[in-house]
């Protein structure tokens, strides 16, 4: 993953400058949801086209660096969005509404009609998580692949095809075969240093594999929710 670390710009105007200031950082604390307070680290700041970033880390959902959309601020209001992520259940984007006093944000966290305050106090600068891209893959791994795992005493097949496209990233078509047939949409797909990684953020499903040459095979796990499982892939016939 590659780590940014940004700081306001010195050659906009002083308006401006003033605005980065008061909200670039690394901003640590609570949204105080009813019956379950929630610990998040959000990190803000501009790139070096004055452009806005952001990310988000919430230890108790298992985010680490899910993007922030929509950032917007003026001297002392911070406005961010993130899609999904505090709920898979809700398909409504989760949106913060903050005002800024010195090192202390606080406001306003609104998703699928509920609210809930939230508070955070500024820790330092910020590390924005940029998020990953998809890659082409290796030639030798082009193509279609078939495997099976067992979960909750039902067996599922897997069928992956995986294709490069020119001048572009590679595509997969990750389906899943069980009770029913399910087309997952990938989100992330890549092969850095042998290593393939599929992302369905949909339904919190990822793989990870290599391929064995020498047994014509990809060997990874397949990861549900908190669940990982052994996962071998092999050409059909």
Same mark, same amino acid.
């Given at each position: ?75 002392? !209001? ?11 259940? $809700? ?8 005002? $800024? ?26 590390? $924005? ?7 082409? $893959? ?10 099976? @795992?067992?979960?909750?005493? @039902? ?7 995986? !294709? ?74």
């Amino acid at each position: 993953m590659r780590w940014l670390i940004l700081a306001a710009l010195c050659g906009i105007p002083v308006a401006l400058c003033s605005a980065a200031e008061v909200a670039s950082g690394r901003w640590q604390g609570t949204i105080e949801i009813p019956g379950n307070a929630l610990d998040v680290i959000v990190d803000l700041a501009q790139d070096t086209s004055a452009a806005w970033v952001g990310s988000v880390i919430a230890p108790a959902l298992a985010l680490k660096g899910a993007p922030l959309s929509e950032i917007a601020v003026d001297a002392s !209001s911070v406005t961010f969005a993130m899609q999904r992520g505090f709920s898979r259940t $809700v398909d409504d984007e989760a949106q913060f509404t903050a005002h $800024v006093a010195g090192d202390a944000m606080t406001g306003t966290f609104r998703q699928g009609g509920q609210s809930a305050p939230f508070a955070l106090r500024k820790t330092g600068p910020a590390f $924005v998580e940029l998020p990953p891209h998809s890659t082409a $893959v290796a030639k030798e791994i082009e193509g279609r692949w078939i495997g099976e @795992y067992e979960l909750g005493g @039902y067996r599922r097949h897997v069928i992956l095809t995986l !294709s490069n496209h020119a001048n572009a990233a590679a595509t997969a078509e990750f389906v899943v075969v069980g009770k029913r047939t399910t087309n997952l949409p990938v989100d992330l797909l890549t092969q850095e240093e042998g290593l393939l990684r599929i992302e369905s953020s949909e339904f919190g499903i990822n793989f990870e594999g290599r391929l064995r040459k020498e047994s014509a095979d990809i060997k990874g796990t397949f990861e549900q929710g908190a669940v990982e499982l052994p996962l071998l892939l092999r050409r059909p016939g």
